[in-house]
C-alpha cells in the first residue's frame, strides 16, 4: 500500500474509529460486563469518539479507553499517518522529522512517538526465540578513544537473533536461511546474573544456541538445556556464523546513529523496541503498518494524554 492509497483508506476520523471498531471487536460488539451483543452508540457533547452503551446491561466502551489513543487530542487520521511513516521507513522517524511532516508542535510529536515505540516495545515482549539461537553481546552509544578498547560511557546490550533455515544442520549456512527474528535489550552490566535473566525472559528452552564461549552463555545454555555450540571470534569461520546477529549490531547502530545521532541513553530501550518490531517483520512490506496499529490498540494507556 502507497502513502497516498494508505491517506485514502484513512481520509477522516470515521474510517479511523471504524479500523480501530472492527479491531477491537472482530467478530461485532461484545460488551465487557456482560457479553451482551447488542449496543446504542451514544454522541456525549464535548467528546469527539463516541460511546458504545450495551443495551443490556448500559455499561459503556469506548474503543481508544485504556489504550495510547485514550484521551489524545490529536486527530486519528493524524495518529495513523505518523504510525504509517514509522512503520514503513526501515531508518524510522524522529520525533522532529514528524513535526516537520504532520505539522505539530515538537512536544506532540514526541510524545505521539513515545507512545507507538512503547506499543512495539510491549507486543516484543510478548514473543521468546527459540531453535537455533545466534546470541552475542554489544555496545551502543559513547566515543572510544582507542581501537581496542569500548567507548567510554557506551551501554552493554544483549543481542539475539532467532535463524530459520531450510537445513536440519544447526550450522546451516547464512545462504540458506530463510527468514530470521532477533532482540535487543539494553543492560546496564553484561554479568552473569543481568545476562541470565535477559535470556529466561527472551529465549526458549532445548534450543541450539551458537555463541563466541563467553562463560555467562555456558552456564546459562546449561540452565536452558540448550544444545551449546562455540566459535570463537577468531575462528575463520565466525564470520559465517554470527552472520545474522552481526547484521543486526550493525543495522541497530546504523538506525541509532542516523535517525537520532546516537543520543538517547535513557530511551534507549525504546528505540531497540520499534527497531526489532520492525526488523522482525520486515517482510511483510507496507502491510506492517496495519499491525502497527493493532499493536497500539493493544498497548496500555499511557499517563500523559497526546
Known sequence: ????????????????????????WPEGFVCLK??????????????????????????????????????????????FLAIFLIAVDKGGKSALALSRELGLPYVTTWLLHHKIQQAT???????????????????????????????????????????KTRSSSALASR????????FLEAVPDLKDPTVKKVLERRVETNGVW????????????????????VTLSTDPQAEAVFHWVNIVISNAKAYIDGTFHGRGRARRQLYFG?????????????????????????????????
Not at 559513547?142 to 567507548?151: A, D, K, L
Request: proline share 3%.
Open 210 to 229: 551458537l555463541t563466541d564461549g563467553a562463560p555467562v552463555y555456558v552456564s546459562a545454555a546449561q540452565e536452558h538445556q540448550a544444545e551449546h555450540k
Open 274 to 306: 520499534e527497531f526489532t518490531y520492525r526488523f522482525n517483520r520486515r517482510y511483510l512490506g507496507t502491510g506492517i503498518a496495519d499491525r502497527l496499529i493493532v499493536a497500539c490498540l493493544a498497548s496500555k494507556r499511557h499517563p500523559y494524554a497526546t
Open 34 to 79: 456482560c457479553q451482551g451483543t447488542k449496543y446504542w452508540t451514544v454522541q456525549r457533547s464535548g467528546r469527539t469518539a463516541p460511546v458504545y452503551e450495551c443495551a443490556a446491561c448500559g455499561h459503556q466502551a469506548s474503543v481508544p479507553a485504556g489504550t495510547i489513543f485514550e484521551r489524545t487530542k490529536v486527530a486519528l487520521r493524524v495518529w
Open 121 to 163: 516495545a510491549e507486543r516484543n515482549r510478548r514473543y521468546k526465540l527459540g531453535g537455533l539461537v545466534e546470541l552475542d553481546d554489544a555496545y551502543f552509544g559513547g566515543v572510544s578513544q582507542s581501537p581496542w578498547h569500548r567507548p567510554r560511557m557506551a551501554q552493554a546490550s544483549v543481542v539475539g537473533e532467532r535463524i
Open 1 to 24: 500500500m502507497t502513502l497516498l492509497q494508505w491517506q485514502d483508506k484513512f481520509s477522516d476520523e470515521e474510517a479511523c474509529r471504524q479500523y480501530l471498531f472492527d479491531q477491537y
Open 175 to 182: 545462504a540458506k536461511a530463510i527468514r530470521s527474528m532477533c
